[in-house]
C-alpha cells in the first residue's frame, strides 16, 4: 500500500508540474535557434576547421545537436557531409522530394551557392517524435559548404 501512495504522489506531482507549465516539457526551439546554432558552427569551422565540425556533428555533440534543432552539413553539389543520422552520409538526396511532393534540397543548394543564407520550407519528421511536420531550415554557406539548422513550425 506504502508503494501504491508514494506512486501516486509522484504521479500527482507530475501532472501538477506538467500542467502549471513547470520543466516538464522544454521549449521549442525557434527560427533564432536556428541562426545561432548555424552561425555557432560557422564560427567553430572558422576556429577548428572543417574536418572537426564534421566529426562534432557525426558524434551528436551536445553542442550542435539538442533534439528536434541540430546542424547539418552539405556540400555545394548536393552530397550530404556531416549530418545526425550517419545513414545520410555521402548521399545525394536531391531528387528525394518531401511528404508533399517538394524538391527543398535544390532550394538549400540554390541558396548555399546564391545568397549564401536563407530559409528553406518542407514537411520533415521530427526525430522527437517521429511524426512529419512543417519545418524550416537555416542555410548558411561556409566556405565550399553549406550549415543546415532546422526547426520544426507548430
Known amino acids: 500500500m506504502k508503494i501504491l501512495i508514494k506512486a501516486g504522489v509522484l504521479l500527482a506531482c507530475f501532472w501538477g508540474a506538467a ?34 565540425m564534421i566529426r562534432r556533428i557525426i558524434a551528436r555533440d551536445p553542442e550542435y545537436n539538442q ?34 511532393g517538394k524538391l527543398f534540397r535544390h532550394e538549400m543548394i540554390a541558396i548555399a551557392n546564391g545568397p549564401g543564407r536563407g530559409w528553406v520550407d518542407y514537411k520533415f519528421k521530427n526525430p522527437v517524435n517521429g511524426k512529419v511536420e512543417a519545418k524550416t531550415t537555416y542555410v548558411l554557406r561556409i566556405g565550399d559548404v553549406a550549415l543546415e539548422a532546422g526547426v520544426y513550425k507548430h
Open 67 to 100: 533534439g528536434a534543432l541540430y546542424l547539418a552539413m552539405r556540400d555545394l553539389g548536393g552530397i550530404t557531409v556531416a549530418h545526425p543520422t550517419v545513414a545520410l552520409i555521402g548521399k545525394d538526396l536531391r531528387d528525394v522530394p518531401d511528404a508533399d
Open 19 to 52: 500542467a502549471a507549465g513547470g520543466t516538464a516539457a522544454a521549449a521549442e526551439p525557434s527560427e533564432k535557434d536556428a541562426v545561432a546554432l548555424a552561425e555557432k558552427g560557422a564560427r567553430f569551422m572558422r576556429l577548428k576547421g572543417k574536418e572537426e
